[in-house]
């Protein structure tokens, strides 16, 4: 079973940048895709931020497209997500995920495991 550790979140003023991990481990056989989530508000649900494949595509959500930047070093079994001129907005627990392509392309990712999550939080 996959295992995934976030860290690198905090707190930053309006404009300013993290770099969020996701440490891998485990049985990674079947997993071929990963993504960062984000859960804005307790009891609402988790949105997709970004995405990466095994075939090394990437997707972006709109709200973050120009800011934010998914990226995996497979040597490191490390996902990281830059984030850069962060907004009041983008205040949020942030996930990261694991799963297996699916779609006709195969750039979904239906995710089946889960980071404990770490939180940002932005100031105005």
């Known amino acids: 079973q996959v295992h995934l550790v976030e860290s690198g979140g905090g707190s930053v003023q309006s404009g300013g940048s993290l770099r969020l991990s996701c440490a891998t481990s485990?049985?990674?056989?079947?997993?071929?895709?990963m993504g960062w989530l984000r859960r804005q508000a307790p009891g609402k649900g988790r949105d997709g931020v970004a995405?990466?494949?095994?075939?090394?595509?990437?997707t972006v959500a709109d709200s973050v497209k120009g800011r934010f930047t998914i990226s995996q070093v497979n040597a490191k079994n490390t996902l990281y997500l830059q984030m850069n001129n962060l907004k009041p907005e983008d205040t949020a627990m942030y996930y990261c995920?694991?799963?297996?392509?699916?779609?006709?392309?195969?750039?979904?990712?239906?995710?089946?495991?889960w980071g404990q999550g770490t939180q940002v939080t932005v100031s105005s």
């Open positions: 995920a694991a799963g297996i392509r699916y779609g006709s392309t195969g750039d979904d990712c239906a995710y089946n495991t």
């Open positions: 485990g049985y990674t056989y079947g997993t071929n895709c």
């Open positions: 995405s990466i494949n095994s075939g090394g595509r990437t």
